[in-house]
């Protein structure tokens, strides 16, 4: 009796561990953990949820805080064709306010469509538990790989009329003499550029007649004091222009 007892103790325990086991790799797997975390519910409102189903990660300024718990149609007031609403379950510590941004987004390129929610400034009141938040139309991919489709489009007609234009001897003959053009300016440019460095050296050594004039300083009080004679005897300059006059006449009569 003892060791039949015994026998049974043994496989009941081995029963409740393994049942243990399978709770913990059931949270584990399916993050059931939040279910028993205090929390709230909150709407979404879409003109379209295209990829977004159940249990699709929500993701509020980049941290996921929890799941979308339902996708329905509905045909809220004042709205005249049928929205897209997503219910989702958030912790209470996450509060939405009505300046937030929600939209639906992808990782990746081609990876799993997921809710996002943005935080806007924080000015604007808190949602309360139940409500609403009009989120933004979702770009859809088909529309994104129709635009890119369209940008190669483009762009290959673009190389098409290029390869074209290279293409046309006399294009090619005016390219060539443009190219020539443009290497002999770059030359002149560059020998115009040695040059002025040349006699700005040249200044800055006091040489040349710049240099001189801007460097010598005995020159420099000759003018000085030159130009301060003109402006105490400015008779002087009227005199030197008679006298010119008068020698001139002289010659003319001998």
């Not at 584990?28 to 879409?46: E, H, W």
């Not at 939209?103 to 996002?116: P, V």
């Not at 115009?192 to 801007?214: C, D, H, I, P, V």
């Amino acid at each position: 009796m003892t060791q039949r007892w015994t026998l049974e103790v043994k496989v009941g325990a081995f029963v409740v561990l393994g049942l243990v086991l399978l709770v913990l790799f059931v949270f584990a797997i399916g993050d059931l953990s939040t279910v028993f975390q205090p929390g709230y519910r909150l709407q979404v409102l879409f003109d379209s949820a295209n990829g977004i189903t159940d249990g699709s990660p929500v993701q509020y300024a980049g941290v996921e805080v929890g799941k979308v718990q339902q996708v329905a149609i509905v045909y809220p007031e004042g709205h005249d064709r049928p929205m897209v609403q997503l219910t989702m379950r958030l912790p209470s510590h996450v509060a939405v306010r009505t300046d937030d941004q929600a939209a639906i987004s992808t990782f990746g390129l081609l990876g799993e469509k997921y809710l996002e929610i943005t935080p806007g400034p924080g000015a604007a009141a808190v949602i309360e538990p139940g409500g609403q938040l009009i989120g933004k139309p979702p770009v859809s991919t088909e529309r994104i790989m129709e635009r890119s489709n369209e940008v190669l489009t483009e762009f290959k007609e673009t190389l098409e009329g290029l390869n074209h234009l290279v293409g046309d001897p006399e294009a090619r003959i005016y390219f060539k003499e443009a190219i020539q053009e443009a290497r002999d300016a770059t030359r002149h440019w560059r020998m115009l550029g040695e040059r002025l460095n040349t006699a700005m050296l040249y200044t800055e050594a006091g040489q040349g007649s710049l240099g001189k004039l801007l460097f010598d300083e005995e020159l420099y009080q000759r003018m000085v004091a030159f130009v301060e004679d003109l402006h105490a005897h400015p008779w002087k300059l009227l005199r030197r222009s008679t006298d010119h006059k008068a020698d001139g006449r002289g010659r003319k009569a001998e």
